[in-house]
């Protein structure tokens, strides 16, 4: 009886660890969304994780904002057929689709970052923090959600919008808003962010959105719009404050000038073993075995690089003594061996000609500085800076008949890079100077397509040059349909796994799935 | 005094319950006045078939005239009567009644009083030995009816003192069990025969023990002795065509590694989808992909006494949440009472790779044929490069498939003593085994120790065991990425054969290229012979049990296990392997432990003669706890100190060390009733508490209940002498699973780290990363299953079958959602399957006698079809055409395989302008179906090209003796399986970049020299290279696993020697296969039931030849 009374205990003694406390295990090596979000510091780290998301999306952002148009093109490599080349390939020549890698990834971080600040805007507003604070985390995340939103409106068109948090599977699958109402809610997040970021006042600045980088993306709205009246003051604002040009044009760049005066917006990098390094330079240059006669570092580019390569049609457009396209493109010169390209010396672009026995391959010198590790530099890249602010004045002056108040605003930029001040009177004529002027001045940073299209000149202009591409005959590799530009490639297709997902998501027009 | 009145019957029913001890007395009463029986003039006539001895009273009682006073406990003792008389005397009738029964009588009056009989004790001694005279140790003699009883020593001898009358036992495990009664003499010989029947058995089961003939579920068991002929570095590999429905797969010849074994096809999306192990009644810690610290990759085959897989759930429902896909219990040796013993068992064997399969690549001269042909075709303009000017010069070149592989050998020394005690027995077993990979530079050593003791105590009624085994094991790149497309094996492959891997000097060559050709960077040769990917597995399995009597059929027994398993890794790539690439070096270390509690109460007993009752309770919790690690890092300054103190980068966001636990309680019950041995029943219940799962769902039942028949103990089946043994049965379940891969907290919304730089600082990110999700439950499978066990022709034949059906509800997975809303997935039950299948298997003993021949065949047709799916209805194959092979579907089966259909070559301009055409489409390009009729080929075009899940798994068994000699054959298959050769995409590459195939030869190259029509022409066309029914190929195959020829030495007449036996043998004999490539079992996903049946070049399958030997000292 005993010994029963004894196992009667060992059962209850299990028994009574069939509580609750034995299942209930919770992570020890993170937090989670319940145990998260209750401090300050816990906000700050969870607005960071918004801002993380602008890295992923500048990674392919070259793809469509520079490879889709007249700036730049591709290394043509018949070897390599792998989808990553080919992908930036059909985005170039206007053959993309719906599976396409870097359109989709580009959704994909957008919409990741947009969700980050999601989790911050609505989880703050119960919290106990020092109100100042909650303003500034408030008007980042609706800095980011907005610059997130407008980079995914003129890129798609009509997309999803998420204004909360998505906590469940039901509200996951929204459907695409009218592009109106997400403009809509762009301008009214970044006009919140407006009264709440402060001014930025020392140089370099920290990297965050202040409220300079909230007035010209609500300017770049509004140009977008052609809403010309409400971006002028919006930009005269930007003019007040405490931006500058940098002397040089080379020296926007330059690495001791991150965040600098001209700078009013850049994705951060950093290179080291942090995982915050900028590895785009090493898409943009040729395609090699051994990279240290361009970079310095030794690494293999023949599947990575050769990509955002600038265009004849580009570098021939830059006027005379422009030091912009010194600054902006370098031409690696070496020979072929065995069909790779060896490069022997980086040589300057200006009035090259390639000596007897070596070719000379352009490529991208603004992000080109020294580094110590392969596919890790330290470079900004730059999203707004003061130049365009300059531009954009010149530009909606311009649009509201007011060309001669336009003509300061360009010239400051052009006598900066070394030409001749325009006094173009003629708006319409002044129009393509100004442009121009864009192209130029911005090339490479992502603006040249979405110039294209908000300008209505991207069907004209892409045709002509995919005409000329075809016509030079070096280009054989180029596929019939290529280049057959129409209203349907002023969008991107909405990402097939989208709509595959959820089925009620529409495609854009003319996309075939 | 009246005591048998027929109305008086039920009251004497309740009397005998309730006033036992009155009857006791009375009894005693009445021995005591020692009355003389005398002779009776009464006669009595009685026809009866086996009958309750009360009713034969009753009858005596009417005939007679004579009351009959027996104790009542005594009544259910006497066993059932048959008995035909006609007026025989009273005296003869009632000797008959009671023959072989310690039961006496005695006449007073007219009473006949039937008490027990006063026995005296008597000395037996005696000798048992086997068939051909060896003296069998260990053999368990019993009193039959008491629990006294002896073993049998080294010399197969024995002594007991038993009351006279009484009828010994002789029972040893695969021997018949023999009775035989104490009469006058003293001393019993015994010669025990081996069991051919397997009825007798006993079959370890879900927390116990069942005789075969009482099984209600579908359970498959294999002793070890079937297996030694299999000389192997894992016991997976062994059980390769053995069972019915138990699908064993080797998917890569990768040293090391475990082989998958999946039951009845069990799936899963998100786990691993193989079985519970269960050893020695401890569960161990689940495996990942064949390897590291769980599952029974560490195991020394030597250990082994059996399996039992459990493939149903009404026998497996006692392992409620985890028994899903089926359980396998694993026994292991231990030494048996009264025996010592030593044995060595031991093997070496060569491992070759075959000719046949090899992949048939170009050789130099057609390979530069071929590119010269392509620059004529394809660059016009282009200059012929001087390598491909003069193919002739080439010849056969070099050959980079071949210089990865070396002929092997394998090995095995295991040593094991076995000391059984009268109250203690204990055994050891040390072993080394080694595996070179027949690739270079790739090998796997396991060290093993194991070490079980029993001790009985307290007069018998409690025993204690522990076992701890130990192991060590060391694999050198034995986990390398060998088996996908351009990694090493594949990436060698298409090497220009132009170039070679090493210099006439031996040293390392340049990496190997060719004009036009895509540079990898990497000298694969090279790279293989190089790289340090070093694992290292320490694991300690132990468990303690203690088992207490404390009443008659009550017991209770408490089993505490650990398994704990430590890995470290460490990896070092040197900067020479991988052109203008920096040395890379990791250290990772894992470390998991895993205790478990199980208790249990067991009650048997009997009541009323007729109803066997074996009733369970227990408790059991279970809890793991993982710590991992990861250093990485690279540039070093130099390859000769391959630590990452030496390593100058350590990127930050590649280093980590994090934990995580699960935990599992659960309470189970389960009764066992049997009326008279032939009407079965079980019922069982299980309520498991998982840690993983949302919080309202943390708990499930998991109930089993099943039911069998045995005909054959009918009365009226007697008539059929053919059939010896006819049992059907019926079972349904409801188990479980709770894997959720390598994330145990998948419900919650996790946060995630986010970093970004703010002034020129590191600043630390941190928000969720995934969704919560509260209604995360259990997958639950229903499995319905009847069965027929039948034995034919005097234990000739004995046959099986089995029809199941399951659904598995409630399939846990990542569920696809927009990446629109922040979030890839969300992890859910998400699917519904339906799996159902028939399974055979027959045993038949073709000759006896001195040549012996036995058969055994199983053959399994599993069906499955997906019910149900969440948006949006299917799984894979629909976001890239390349490389992705599979589509689930609601509809259809699991993992269909989903392309497009290849209809040849645009042959001439003609076709080209009829299309359909493709983007990319030229004359000679590759020509798909226009599925949808819309005159292009778009991602639309695609649909289901094949079905890899195999029509019907077969596994066919021969053994023959004679004599000293023994030869067993194993062949195993799978019969209507498609496969898809996934390296095609790259070895019938067009685009002049990689070495290729030789049937490239007929492609297209003009119109006027258009090939055989079914290759295109070297053109970039990534369209050929997508998935399409081309890859597609007939996988039915059919294997001989093993064949070995067995010679016993005759050494009875030496001192120490038991037995020596030598044996050869040939694993992977042979393969009957279509399929092309080097084997068709290969699969990239092994047999993951949503991803099967797809080859990219993996780690090849070897044929080993092996010799080996057995050693019994006494």
Not at chain 1, 147 to 175: H, I, M, N, S
Not at chain 2, 454 to 472: C, E, M, R, W
Not at chain 2, 956 to 966: C, E, G, I, L, R
Not at chain 2, 1063 to 1084: C, D, H, L, R, W
Request: glycine share 8%; proline share 4%.
């Amino acid at each position: 009886m005993k010994t029963i009374l004894i196992l009667l205990c060992i059962f209850s003694i299990g028994i009574t660890s069939c509580n609750k406390d034995f299942l209930d295990l919770n992570p020890k090596d993170k937090a989670t969304s319940e145990t998260f979000f209750k401090t300050e510091a816990q906000f700050q780290e969870a607005l960071t994780a918004s801002y993380y998301y602008l890295r992923d999306l500048y990674f392919y952002d070259y793809v469509l904002g520079e490879m889709r148009s007249d700036n730049t093109h591709y290394d043509y490599y018949s070897q390599d057929r792998g989808n990553s080349a080919l992908y930036r390939e059909q985005v170039a020549d206007f053959t993309d689709d719906a599976i396409n890698i870097h359109t989709n990834t580009l959704w994909i971080a957008a919409y990741k970052g947009i969700s980050k600040a999601n989790v911050v805007i609505n989880r703050i507003k119960d919290v106990e923090i020092a109100d100042a604070a909650k303003n500034t985390i408030t008007g980042e995340a609706k800095f980011l959600r907005a610059f997130y939103y407008y980079k995914l409106v003129r890129y798609y068109g009509d997309v999803p919008l998420y204004l909360q948090e998505v906590g469940d599977t039901d509200q996951a699958f929204a459907l695409r808003t009218a592009s109106t109402e997400v403009y809509n809610s762009i301008i009214e997040d970044t006009k919140d962010a407006i009264q709440k970021l402060p001014t930025s006042t020392t140089f370099p600045q920290s990297g965050r959105a202040s409220k300079g980088a909230a007035l010209i993306l609500l300017a770049d709205v509004y140009m977008t719009q052609k809403k010309y009246a409400e971006a002028e003051p919006l930009l005269k604002q930007l003019t007040q404050m405490n931006y500058g040009l940098q002397p040089n044009y080379a020296d926007v760049y330059a690495l001791g000038n991150k965040n600098g005066k001209e700078s009013i917006f850049e994705v951060q990098y950093k290179q080291g073993p942090d995982g915050q390094q900028n590895p785009l330079l090493y898409h943009f240059i040729p395609k090699v075995s051994n990279s240290t006669n361009i970079t310095g570092v030794n690494t293999n580019t023949i599947t990575s690089g050769g990509f955002n390569t600038p265009t004849s049609d580009l570098i021939s457009s830059y006027e005379p003594n422009d030091t912009r396209l010194d600054a902006s493109i370098a031409i690696a010169e070496g020979t072929l061996v065995a069909g790779t390209f060896n490069p022997e010396r980086i040589k300057s672009s200006v009035n090259y000609v390639a000596p007897e026995g070596k070719i000379g391959k352009p490529f991208i010198k603004k992000y080109l500085h020294a580094h110590t590790v392969a596919n890790n530099t330290d470079d900004n890249w730059p999203v707004y800076r003061y130049a365009e602010v300059l531009l954009f004045m010149a530009e909606c002056l311009n649009e509201q008949g007011k060309s001669s108040e336009a003509l300061p605003f360009l010239n400051l930029v052009r006598v900066r890079a070394g030409l001749p001040q325009s006094n173009q009177n003629n708006p319409v004529l002044l129009r393509g100077v100004i442009d121009h002027e864009r192209r130029i001045e911005l090339a490479f940073e992502n603006k040249r397509w979405l110039d294209l299209v908000r300008s209505g000149n991207a069907i004209k202009v892409m045709n002509a040059y995919g005409a000329a591409l075809k016509a030079s005959g070096q280009h054989a590799y180029l596929t019939p349909n290529s280049y057959m530009v129409t209203s349907k490639h002023l969008l991107f297709p909405i990402p097939n796994r989208e709509r595959i997902i959820n089925t009620l998501l529409t495609q854009n027009p003319g996309y075939l799935f | 005094m009246k005591f048998y009145e027929p109305d008086f019957y039920r009251h004497i029913k309740v009397y005998k319950l309730i006033l036992v001890m009155k009857l006791i007395v009375i009894l005693m009463v009445v021995g005591f006045l020692q009355v003389n029986a005398k002779s009776f003039g009464q006669k009595v006539t009685l026809a009866e078939t086996d009958t309750n001895i009360e009713k034969v009273f009753n009858k005596i009682r009417r005939q007679t005239g004579y009351n009959i006073l027996c104790p009542a406990d005594l009544l259910s003792e006497i066993a059932r009567v048959t008995i035909n008389v006609k007026n025989e005397s009273l005296d003869l009738v009632l000797k008959q009644c009671f023959q072989g029964q310690q039961i006496g009588y005695s006449i007073y009056k007219d009473m006949i009083i039937v008490k027990r009989e006063a026995l005296k004790d008597v000395s037996v001694e005696g000798r048992v030995v086997d068939k051909s005279g060896n003296p069998l140790p260990g053999v368990t003699v019993k009193v039959k009816g008491t629990a006294v009883a002896v073993g049998t020593n080294d010399q197969g001898r024995y002594s007991i003192t038993v009351p006279e009358g009484s009828v010994l036992v002789f029972s040893f495990v695969g021997f018949v069990t023999q009775e035989v009664a104490v009469k006058v003499s003293t001393t019993i010989n015994v010669q025990l025969l081996e069991d051919q029947q397997l009825l007798s058995q006993v079959v370890v089961v879900s927390y116990g023990t069942q005789k075969r003939r009482e099984l209600t579920g579908s359970v498959a068991t294999l002793k070890a002795d079937e297996l030694k002929n299999m000389p192997v570095f894992n016991i997976s590999q062994q059980l390769q065509g053995k069972m019915a429905g138990v699908q064993v797969n080797q998917s890569t010849g990768q040293p090391g590694k475990s082989l998958d074994i999946r039951i009845r096809g069990a799936m899963s999306f998100k786990g691993q989808a193989s079985p519970l192990y269960i050893v020695d009644g401890q569960p161990l810690a689940p495996a990942v992909s064949g390897n590291g610290t769980g599952g029974i990759s560490s195991i020394n085959p030597e250990d082994i006494e059996s399996f039992t897989v459990l493939k149903d759930a009404a026998s497996s429902a006692l392992y409620g949440s985890r028994a899903a896909n089926g359980v396998v219990l694993i026994t292991t040796k231990r030494a048996k009472a009264g025996e010592t013993q030593i044995d060595f068992n031991s093997f070496y064997g060569l491992q070759v790779l075959p000719q046949h399969g090899r992949p048939d690549l170009m050789n130099g001269t057609e390979f530069a044929t071929f590119m010269q042909q392509y620059y004529q075709d394809e660059k016009p303009g282009v200059p012929m490069p001087v390598e491909y000017q003069n193919p002739e010069q080439y010849g056969e070149g070099y050959n980079h498939y071949d210089i990865l592989f070396r002929n092997a050998p394998i090995q095995r020394y295991a040593l094991s003593v076995f000391s059984g005690k009268e109250k203690s027995s204990t055994n050891v077993t040390a072993g080394y085994s080694e595996m070179a990979g027949v690739l270079k530079n790739t090998n796997a050593k396991l060290f093993n120790l194991r070490i079980n003791s029993d001790f009985t105590l307290l007069n018998d009624n409690a025993k204690i065991g522990f076992s701890v085994a130990p192991s060590y094991k060391i694999d050198h790149n034995a986990r390398l990425n060998t088996d996908n497309t351009r990694q090493i094996i594949s990436g060698a492959l298409l090497s220009t054969p132009l170039q070679p891997d090493v210099n006439p000097d031996g040293s390392f060559a340049p990496v190997p290229t060719s004009p036009n050709m895509l540079n990898s960077g990497v000298n694969w040769y090279r790279y293989l012979m190089e790289t340090k990917d070093d694992y290292k597995t320490t694991r300690i399995l132990g468990n303690a049990y203690g088992e207490l009597n404390l009443l008659k059929g009550l017991k209770f027994k408490t089993q505490l296990g650990v398994d704990m398993g430590g890995e470290t890794r460490n990896n070092f790539i040197p900067s020479t392997s991988v052109a203008s690439k920096l040395a890379v070096g990791r250290y990772s270390a894992t470390n998991n432990s895993v205790w478990s509690i199980d208790n249990t109460l067991n009650y048997q007993t009997t009541l009323s003669e007729d109803h066997h009752l074996d009733i369970l309770v227990g408790y059991s919790a279970q809890k793991f706890n993982q710590e991992h690690g990861l250093v990485e890092g690279n540039t070093f300054p130099s390859d000769d100190y391959p630590w990452l103190n030496q390593a100058l980068v350590k990127p930050a966001n590649l280093n980590y060390s994090g934990t995580m636990d699960w935990s599992i309680n659960s309470l189970m019950g389960r009764l066992n009733y049997n009326y008279k041995g032939k009407y079965l029943l079980q019922a069982s219940l299980r309520r498991d508490g998982s840690s993983v799962f949302g919080p309202d769902k943390k708990i499930g039942y998991f109930p089993g209940i099943s039911a069998g028949w045995i005909i054959s103990d009918e009365h009226f089946f007697k008539t059929v002498p053919a059939i010896s043994y006819l049992k059907l049965r019926a079972s349904y379940g409801v188990t479980g699973n709770n894997d959720l891969g390598a994330d145990f907290y998948s419900w919650q919304a996790q946060t995630g780290t986010f970093n970004y730089v703010f002034n020129n600082t590191l600043v630390s990110g941190r928000s969720i990363s995934t969704l919560q999700n509260n209604q995360l439950a259990w997958e639950q499978t229903k499995t319905f299953d009847v069965g027929i066990d039948m034995n034919l022709f005097n234990e000739r034949i004995s046959f099986t079958y089995d029809y199941y059906s399951k659904l598995t509800d409630g399939l846990l997975f990542d569920q696809p959602i927009p990446d629109n809303s922040g979030f890839s997935s969300i992890v859910a039950n998400i699917a519904s399957v339906k799996l159902w299948g028939h399974e055979f298997g027959i045993n038949t003993r073709n000759l006896i006698g001195d040549f012996k021949w036995n058969t055994s065949f199983n053959v399994s047709f599993n069906r499955n079809k997906v019910t149900e799916l969440v948006t949006p209805g299917f799984l894979g194959g629909r976001t890239t055409a390349f490389d992705d092979y599979w589509s689930t579907e609601v509809g259809h089966p699991l993992g269909m395989f989903y392309g497009y259909v290849y209809d040849g070559v645009f042959m001439n301009d003609a076709e080209l302008a009829a299309g359909p055409r493709e983007a990319s489409s030229l004359i000679g390009t590759v020509r798909m179906k226009d599925l949808n009729g819309d005159g292009i080929i778009t991602f639309a075009d695609r649909t289901f090209i094949g079905n890899p899940n195999p029509k019907a798994l077969f596994g066919f068994t021969n053994d023959f003796s004679y004599k000293q000699f023994d030869l067993s054959m194993v062949m195993s298959g799978e019969l209507g399986r498609d496969m898809i050769d996934g390296s095609i995409a790259y070895t019938e590459n067009l685009d002049g970049v990689f070495n290729v195939s030789k049937i490239l030869a007929n492609r297209w190259r003009s119109v006027d020299n258009p090939g055989d029509g079914i290759i295109p022409r070297t053109r970039n066309t990534p369209l050929a290279r997508a998935v399409n029914s081309r890859f597609v190929q007939n996988g039915s195959y059919l294997t001989c696993k093993n064949i070995a020829l067995g010679y016993t030495i005759p050494v009875s007449k030496m001192k120490y020697l038991k037995d020596i036996r030598l044996f050869g043998s040939v694993q992977q004999a042979f393969v009957i296969t279509s399929y092309k490539g080097m084997s068709p079992e290969t699969s990239i996903s092994g047999l993951r039931g949503w991803q099967l049946g797809v080859d990219k070049t993996a780690y090849p399958v070897p044929r080993t030849f092996a010799f080996g030997v057995n050693i019994k000292l006494k």
